[in-house]
């Protein structure tokens, strides 16, 4: 796992330690030393720890005015051990939206297994997003069926469409033109 790296491609346009808005502000990070594990095994530094032992993520972009952002994962999304969900909300999407966030990108390419709880924190965030959305990208068909089983895709756009591998050839405004224009087709 350690050699599975967050997208470095967007660094030129936006780096969440440089970011006063973001919870990652002023992180320094050390390539040097491999220091953070999931189940044992080490992850690139450059991965974010966010108060989840099996879950990490990063900020890959943000655009304020235009109230999105785009997460990349990695490891094991647990809400039933760890509540990850809870986690996440509390200390990364809550004070994102306090700042105009309303639009979530999750790439979830990277998440090997999620376990499910209940729907309570993700009907939360649907509710709170407003005129907004929330999207996971490029999950694996097994983290989409147990999250179905979870019916947490009542509150999160998965699936279908949402599987586009060329993400990482494009801008991250032309990126998030794509999957907004996919979540509105589905709207309408």
Do not use: C
């Not at 990349?72 to 994102?96: A, Q, S, V, Y």
């Not at 105009?100 to 009907?123: P, R, W």
């Not at 490029?138 to 599987?163: C, F, P, S």
Request: no cysteine; aromatic share 18%; net charge negative.
């Amino acid at each position: 796992m350690h050699t599975i790296e967050p997208f470095a491609g967007w660094l030129p346009y936006y780096d969440s330690s440089s970011d006063e808005n973001s919870p990652f502000h002023e992180k320094e990070y050390n390539y040097d030393v491999y220091s953070d594990t999931i189940y044992g095994y080490y992850i690139d530094p450059a991965w974010d720890f966010f108060g989840s032992e099996t879950l990490y993520l990063k900020i890959l972009y943000a655009d304020y005015e235009q109230g999105y952002i785009i997460l990349e994962l990695i490891g094991e999304w647990n809400d039933t051990i760890n509540n990850d969900i809870m986690t996440m909300k509390r200390d990364i999407i809550e004070p994102l939206q306090l700042h105009g966030i309303n639009k979530f990108i999750l790439l979830a390419g990277h998440v090997f297994n999620f376990h499910g709880s209940d729907d309570a924190y993700y009907e939360e965030w649907f509710d709170e997003v407003e005129e907004g959305w929330i999207a996971l990208v490029n999950a694996a068909d097994h983290v989409q069926e147990e999250m179905k089983k979870y019916r947490i895709d009542h509150y999160i756009n998965m699936g279908g469409t949402l599987t586009i591998d060329h993400w990482r050839t494009v801008k991250p405004h032309r990126f998030f033109e794509a999957v907004d224009g996919l979540i509105q087709r589905r709207l309408n």
